[in-house]
């Protein structure tokens, strides 16, 4: 038998402490490596969760289009002031109107062919409604007979149509160009009923006084979470907690290789709240029977996210959820990770979504009601940049200013967390009575986010 035999002299001079130090050291970044290009490398996604995906961007676009649909239908209708007919249908809640065509909207859903030339049809209707319109106001101006003005107006319409390039494109394309066709129609109407209700007033002939805003309450909101969470407004118009640093405690989500470049424009004051007389509330519903508030932050909302980003461009990059709100829907999401929409209720101003991520896009859905139509002021804040859609209307989007937060962490502006006045801007919404679709829109480039929308009269 053979007998090994060790030489101990070399072992005997070994630091066994620094050795020791040194292999967990080594060991560690072993494990750092193997935990970064776990987290790192996309999870293959079983065939269940990848027809999921697809079944959802095909009801995306699906719903886009039947919402551009539903919106033509209500523009057409605030075009349409004559006939008891129009009347009627005016008078018709949304929900009432959705009722009535839900199987015809049923069968539309699924052929984009058929939308297409139903968006058609209302097009050539509000067009053709328009062209009265203008004839009538040109007859009134001019003195010529109305046969006679209608046929000019038609003369510039078609020489104007002869020029203008001719629609291409998918059915979800060209119902945008619809879309937009006859949103700037009814624009053009609005700016002529207001220029001749100032001509009115200038003549003493009488025109509409100024419109007083009732004060917003906060009342008690219904169930939200779609019938999965009972999470209805709390507390009348008590105030929501403040955003502390950490409170979600959530990893950063990143290949960390990013840098968000951009040109900053002047700073965006935060605009002055009478604290004398501030009442502040939280919830999503105004209406009466609700307790007094001034300022009404909006804690609940649905957050999907985060897609993954293409820099400052990712502001305008159109991602599913901007095609219609599906809150069954899973989408792929930044590091081809799935996302699903998650319900969270606002216990803290502002919202911060729970996955933090940099150079990527968060989405939030929530409802407003009120009890009837009218005006608000939406209060936007945001970290990065925002876009903010009302009943599928675009109604604020953030420029390039600089922001208070930019320069100071947001939960450190003590005054502006208390007041609820993280505000970069502010637009003036009309919301009608009962429920109002809001989808709110967050890009953030680097470091910290956050989104809040503030309703004040």
């Known amino acids: 038998m053979t007998r090994l035999h060790f030489d101990d002299s070399a072992a005997a001079g070994i630091d066994w402490p620094r050795f020791a130090w040194a292999s ?27 027809t999921r995906m697809q ?61 297409l030339e139903r968006a058609k049809a209302i097009a050539l209707r509000v067009d053709e409604h328009d062209r009265q319109l203008r004839a009538q106001a040109l007859a009134s101006k001019t003195g010529l007979p109305l046969a006679k003005a209608l046929e000019q107006v038609k003369q510039a319409d078609a020489a104007q149509a002869a020029s203008a390039p001719r629609p ?7 119902i945008n160009d619809l879309t937009a066709h006859v949103r700037q129609t009814l624009a053009g109407e609005r700016q002529r009923a207001a220029q001749a209700g100032d001509q009115d007033r200038q003549d003493g002939t009488g025109g509409r006084g100024g419109q007083t805003v009732r004060s917003v309450g906060h009342g008690n909101a219904d169930a939200f979470a779609k019938g999965r969470q009972q ?18 405690g959530s990893p950063l989500l990143d290949d960390f290789s990013f840098f968000d470049q951009r040109d900053y424009g002047p700073m965006l004051p935060t605009h002055a709240v009478d604290t004398a007389h501030l009442a502040l509330g939280t919830g999503r519903t105004i209406g009466a029977g609700g307790v007094f508030a001034n300022r009404v932050f909006v804690d609940s909302w649905y957050l999907i996210g985060p897609f993954g980003g293409y820099g400052a461009r990712s502001h305008d990059v ?70 903010v859609w009302v009943n599928d209307e675009l109604v604020w989007s953030s420029n390039s200013g600089d922001k208070p937060w930019y320069r100071k962490p947001f939960y450190a502006l003590h005054d502006e967390m208390r007041q609820y006045n993280l505000v970069e801007g502010r637009v003036r919404v009309h919301l009608h ?6 989808l709110f829109k967050l890009y953030n480039g680097i470091d910290l986010m956050f989104l809040s929308v503030v309703l004040t009269p």
């Open 318 to 387: 159109v991602f599913e959820p901007e095609r219609g709100v599906d809150l069954d829907a899973v989408y792929v999401g930044k590091n081809g990770i799935p996302l699903e929409w998650r319900y969270v209720p606002g216990n803290a101003y502002p919202i911060v979504p729970p996955q933090r991520a940099e150079n990527a896009v968060f989405y939030a859905y929530t409802e407003i009601r009120v009890d009837e139509d009218m005006n608000v002021w939406f209060n936007v804040g945001s970290d990065d940049d925002s876009k």
């Open 24 to 50: 967990l050291g080594l060991h560690g970044l072993v494990l750092v490596a193997v935990a970064f290009y776990e987290w790192h490398t996309p999870t293959p996604l079983s065939p269940e969760m990848l």
């Open 231 to 248: 999470a209805g407004d709390a507390g009348g118009a008590s105030r929501a907690g403040v955003y502390t640093p950490g409170a979600w």
């Open 433 to 438: 009575s009962g429920a109002n679709p809001v």
């Open 168 to 174: 291409s494109g998918d059915p979800s394309r060209q």
């Open 55 to 115: 079944a959802s961007v095909q009801r995306a676009h699906r719903v886009q289009m039947q919402r551009k649909l539903e919106a033509l239908e209500q523009m057409q209708r605030e075009l349409a002031h004559e006939g008891e007919g129009d009347a009627k249908t005016r008078e018709q809640t949304p929900e009432q109107i959705a009722e009535k065509h839900a199987a015809q909207d049923a069968s539309l859903s699924q052929d984009p062919k058929l939308m």
